[in-house]
């Protein structure tokens, strides 16, 4: 008797042990958990020329800033080729992926700026609540961005600045709601330059 008390515990203690378990493993990963908590994932693609020290920019229905795009899917390479092929017009083979960075979310209150896209997954809230970013660092030429550039729809020109003064320039020319998030993805951008190929 006392052995079957023992078993039937011992499958409710591993029952837990692995709902707990594949639960953390979901929420682990920081798209998932951003759309378990209502946050829509974004990509902020910052295009980086090394050689003049700058970084490209789009300006997009009036206001500057960086390419942007959501994640559809669980194939993050694919959405950045489609990000880039769409906003910029440029093939994998002008760019080299350099670094991926965490940036955070945005809480946004008005609820229109926020269009229902759904990745599939296990959701807490009904209506999103805000969008979280997910920053793209990639390598570019500028010559062969100037060559080979095609603005997408809804971008009207694009424009690079140093390196320096981009904080600056983001200040000055981009929407105060993202300012935050443009000054976290600015202040990685030394960071991912470490990890440039040789």
Do not use: C
């Amino acid at each position: 008797m006392n052995i079957d008390l023992f078993l039937n515990n011992l499958d409710v203690v591993i029952s837990v042990a692995t709902v707990t378990f594949a639960f953390y493993i979901f929420l682990r990963d920081p798209i998932r958990r951003w759309e378990f908590v209502g946050y829509l994932p974004k990509l902020i693609i910052v295009p980086i020329d090394l050689k003049n020290k700058e970084i490209l920019f789009v300006n997009p229905n009036g206001f500057w800033g960086f390419v942007q795009g959501g994640i559809s899917g669980s194939d993050l390479r694919s959405d950045i080729l489609d990000v880039v092929h769409r906003d910029i017009g440029l093939d994998s083979y002008h760019y080299k992926l350099i670094w991926t960075k965490i940036i955070g979310t945005k809480k946004i209150i008005s609820k229109r700026r926020l269009r229902e896209t759904h990745l599939g997954g296990v959701r807490l809230f009904k209506n999103p609540k805000g969008k979280s970013y997910i920053a793209i660092y990639i390598l570019v030429n500028k010559e062969d961005v100037l060559k080979n550039i095609k603005l997408g729809y809804g971008i009207e020109k694009f424009k690079f600045v140093e390196i320096d003064k981009a904080l600056k320039f983001l200040k000055d020319y981009a929407t105060t709601d993202k300012s935050k998030i443009y000054e976290k993805t600015i202040q990685n951008i030394k960071e991912a330059m470490k990890f440039t190929p040789l």
